[in-house]
């Protein structure tokens, strides 16, 4: 019954006016982004999406990829559309050009992945761990590496994986326990256990390429002593051929609440200790490297909350508009009407547009600095930094609650499966969690954020949002009361009362840096003289975030000043209470 | 790993303070409510809840029950706990004394289902539905129905259900187009299809007691034109003995999100042409036999949200406990800690705890009221009228949210559905849902309950939460932003204005009572000298509520003033762009 669109036409005016597409096309390095081709770009893959992606929601939510024989499998129809994926050259967007990638901005490579999962999260989350590998590799291999690894890896023939987290070692990185020896010539004999690897295993593509975190002999403790090691499935001959199987076991894929689709596999490296893997970068560089390949990751986690707020609000309005029940209350007609008539309806679907496009346009900015930093641009990379913990806390948050509402539209059926609507509300929840838990994000931007450039990178950022409010009375106070958080946490407030406040203080800064961008988009839409239906509900969008939404967030200063001592009122046991 | 307990002092501290069951014992009808039968009752179900509900939660997720050849099979296990739960009478706590209940109050009753739901969600609604068939029986039906079928239901030998929506008809009652026709001896032919009929089928019981709403022969359209049948699964003999089947079918079971114990049936009635039912009430009494048993319906929904909070909490606070994980930040020891002691973890923790005593507090206490109506005191119908839609709507978000918290306190974990943290926001996703969508609570709150006695109920509410509130300034404010929309709305609001702002502002009634109610324990547990842990724990949580929860909510105030306007920018087209 339902179809997918890709929201094309928001797109196109997101990375026109809020990312800056044309002024990165600019430059030499994007010069192939031209008008026409980000056109054709964001018109194919959302075309591509719908046709190809889309119809295996549901089988990927049902059957979802089971563990055989020691293999993963996919459900029926996956493997095809991902070849047609490679074979269309959507996995090479933003890849590096030295290396078969096309070598377009980050940015558009942002708006291919919005389409792709917003017809099927679990399914796009396999680019997004192959985006990484290939970021680390590029960054931190050696020029034989990346001439090994890189060229498959960019197309999407080859896929990644990132392995990171043990069973003792989740958000505390440095607890992990594998291990790296070396072999003698060169390579490393590989062992220890990895969970949650996102398609860890699968039957899409040659082979797989696992980059993983492990320790040599006699590395110090914690962080420090941590490297990271190249680990193909199958191992590659020096031709580019592919040789024997790498001992690697798929020991189970978990049993997960949504993303059947994404196996997310228990790892055994080196069980019969013949797991052979390659130092990427120096002896104990392991956790820049891991910064390296996850940070582009956490804006893709982030931007999994468009995804799901996109697919969920195009959900939500069809069934609304087609669903008739009760008449309109205070009217004259006895005739009962669509329930898209109802005020609260309204009030969820409006709260639903208004939320997916400021995430939206949170997404597209940050992705705008990825490409300007790419270029060496001042002050691009900061922003990229700041906006990181913004974009994935709010964006996920944003995304589950406009899940939520979706459910909420549409009443008793919101809550059956095959409705589709309950997937999504699955499927997204793990988006605050992996990448950095969101509470991980929000210690980040108290913790090293806040203190970039001695605080004067956030006190600038919320003052250009001061400039942009103009008479957006909600976005100013909101913008006030960031700065007098900001100004307290640098000022006399402890680590404990930061981190007490770390996470309303997260939601606070990005709903005030999405009102900004709404103001932005909204005096655009004006300026175009806002007469296109497209332009119409661009401007209410704006609106309705800025005058009810933003607001809403300024109540948030109280819990983000309330300081440690509530927190710590309790010990242990008296939680337990 | 996990085992669940029963916050038996939490319970009788608040059944104490709040629900003031010594003032409702004092009454000649509720004596048996004594001191210590009240703390065997709750001791009691407590440990039933535990041993017996409890280790069925996962298998009723997993297993769930099934529909083998037209019968609905229970897992393993529930009917042997469902004959326990009969056995020890905690079915009829609450049932009327002359038929076979124990007649004792229903905030005893409360009580029973705040533990039993806490250990098994799924299980404990199936008393729930029966509980809504005894009320409308004993306060519409004749004598000789009241004699035939009340002892049995009291027990929970017999169970009932509620059959109002049929797919054309959800929120829209009055469109339902099932027939009863008379058949000359003063029973009816029933005739139509329902859907969503909670436990419409099992295995658990002799008989049971469908109460169908349906039309008469040239029956008035809408809802004025609907009657309540009694339709029983096996016909009844007049010495009340069990006759042959009814022509009933279980068409299908739904396949949702959760409550996958609770079959959601879909029930044809009088396929053969051979379904037999009686007129409950008189004809046309069928919507005011519908809010009889939809009403006290509504707070067990609500009551839902307590169930799911409490069990999340537990088991959120028992996994912070035990799993270590990193150093704490701002410390000297370079020792890993249990992450309840990271600052962020504690904020979720304290979240979940003040939250979870802020829903049942405002259960407990419109529990209360209840009784208090039932022993016809003077405005307790009206407190219990205005608190049904805030505690239904507040209950049941609140439950949302914080299973939502306790997911992110496992971090990974949590996404596994193995760990249980899935299934407690899986299962509370549909109490938002049903007895009436939270949508047409709040359009209850602002379409009659405000307007009783011209406004005046509201606006005495209003005072009193002003007058508990003392030095707590949050509170305070949050009362006087409740005033405000409650005059804006009486006054010149529109009906689109009202309904559009009657969300936010059902949430910030909701909240502006459980701030009074937690004010009042926060009193108490001073009084009482606050030393002992259980006392130390209620003033940590009633303060975090006061002091960061409650603040939160002012901000709604412009969301609920926001008016319709930017609602309707856009058409329903707009809406699809």
């Known amino acids: ?41 964001v018109g194919g893959i959302g075309e591509f999406a719908a046709a190809e992606f889309y119809p295996l929601r549901r089988i990927g939510d049902t059957v979802g990829a089971r563990l055989i024989d020691g293999q993963v499998v996919m459900p029926e129809g996956f493997v095809d559309a991902y070849k047609a994926y490679v074979a269309n050259g959507w ?12 070598g377009l901005p980050f940015s558009l490579a942002t708006v291919a992945l919005d389409s792709l999962g917003a017809a099927n999260m679990a399914f796009a989350l396999c680019p997004i761990l192959s985006v990484g590998s290939i970021e680390a590799i590029n960054h931190h291999g050696s020029d034989a590496q990346k001439a090994m690894f890189l060229p498959k890896l960019s197309t999407g023939e080859w896929t990644g994986t990132m392995n990171l987290t043990e069973p003792q070692a989740g958000s505390d990185v440095g607890a992990l326990k594998s291990t790296a020896t070396p072999r003698g010539d060169g390579t490393y004999q590989i062992k220890g256990q990895k969970i949650y690897i996102s398609f860890g295993d699968h039957d ?31 191992r590659v001959n020096e031709g580019g051929s592919l040789g024997e199987r ?70 939500a309005v069809a069934f609304a508009r087609d669903r008739v029940q009760s008449v309109r209350a205070g009217g004259t007609s006895r005739d009962s009407v669509a329930i898209v008539e109802h005020p609260d309806v309204r009030r969820m679907l409006m709260r639903m547009k208004a939320g997916t496009q400021a995430i939206r346009a949170l997404l597209y900015c940050a992705s705008g600095f990825v490409d300007r930093a790419a270029l060496g641009i001042d002050g691009a990379q900061e922003m990229v930094d700041l906006l990181t913990p913004l974009a994935k806390t709010y964006g996920t948050d944003m995304g589950s609650e406009i899940a939520s509402l979706g459910i909420q539209v549409h009443g008793g059926m919101g809550f059956i499966e095959e409705t ?9 929840r793990i988006a605050a969690i992996y990448e950095g838990t969101n509470g991980i994000q929000a210690a ?32 100013k106070a909101l913008a006030g009361a960031c700065t007098e958080v900001t100004e307290w946490m640098i000022g006399s407030a402890s680590t404990d009362d930061k981190l007490a406040g770390s996470y309303p203080f997260t939601t606070m800064m990005a709903v005030a840096t999405c009102g900004a961008l709404m103001a932005k988009q909204l005096r655009v839409a004006e300026a175009e003289g806002g007469n296109t239906p497209f332009l119409k509900a661009k401007i209410a ?37």
């Open 1 to 41: 019954m339902m179809t997918f669109t890709a929201p094309v036409t928001e797109q196109l005016f997101v990375l026109k006016h809020i990312t800056g597409i044309d002024e990165l096309s600019a430059h030499p390095r994007f010069a192939d982004a031209s008008p026409d081709m980000v056109e054709a770009i």
């Open 91 to 102: 996995g090479s967007i933003n890849a590096p050009s030295d290396f078969g990638g096309q």
């Open 204 to 234: 899409m593509a040659g082979n797989i390429v696992h980059l993983v975190l492990a320790r040599t002999p006699d590395a110090p403790a914690g962080t420090k002593g941590i490297s990271l090691f190249l680990v193909p499935k199958y």
């Open 246 to 315: 790498n001992d690697i076991k798929v020991v189970s894929i978990e049993h997960k609440m949504g993303i059947n689709a994404s196996p997310t596999c228990v790892l055994a490296f080196g069980d019969e200790g013949d797991c052979i893997g390659e130092l990427i970068g120096p002896e104990f560089g392991g956790m820049r490297a891991m910064f390296t390949m996850m940070n582009n990751a956490r804006l893709n986690v982030g931007l999994e909350g468009v995804q799901i707020a996109e697919a969920a609000t195009q959900k």
């Open 420 to 428: 589709g609507a309950a997937q999504l509300y699955r499927d997204i």
């Open 444 to 475: 980040d931007l108290v913790g090293r954020k806040l203190g970039m450039r001695g605080g004067d990178a956030v006190r600038e950022h919320l003052a250009r949002i001061g400039q942009v409010a103009g008479e957006h009375a909600g976005l």
């Open 541 to 577: 969008a704006c609106r309705y975030y800025l005058d009810v939404m933003v607001p809403e967030a300024l109540s948030l200063k109280g819990s983000a000043m309330a300081g440690a001592e509530l927190l710590y009122a309790l010990d242990a046991d008296g939680l337990a209470i």
